[in-house]
């Protein structure tokens, strides 16, 4: 299996989890801008989720919440993305640390 990872403006990252990074460029979404919108509406009240969204035939379809993908394990190939990825996740109160 192959897999990127693209942030929200659709520029493709330098890093993979444990599968074969894909040197390929999938195509930028027709509904991104409406599927991050709806993404953070979901997300609002948490620290950190994955909302699914599913761009098919111009439709958008929901798929899950995700607040533990990969059962908060699968390692980040270069390890140095895991602490950059990391750095993005804000957590409330006295549980915010700084590296």
Do not use: C
Request: proline share 6%.
């Amino acid at each position: 299996m192959k897999e990127a990872f693209y942030d929200r403006n659709w520029q493709k990252q330098d890093f993979t989890n444990y599968h074969v990074f894909d040197e390929g460029f999938a195509e930028k979404p027709k509904n991104l801008d409406l599927m991050l919108e709806l993404g953070d509406k979901l997300a609002h009240d948490f620290s950190f989720v994955r909302v699914d969204f599913y761009d098919v035939n111009g439709r958008i379809y929901f798929g899950e919440m995700t607040f533990s993908p990969g059962s908060g394990i699968d390692p980040r190939i270069p390890k140095e993305a895991d602490l950059s990825v990391g750095r993005m996740i804000k957590l409330p109160g006295n549980a915010q640390r700084k590296p």
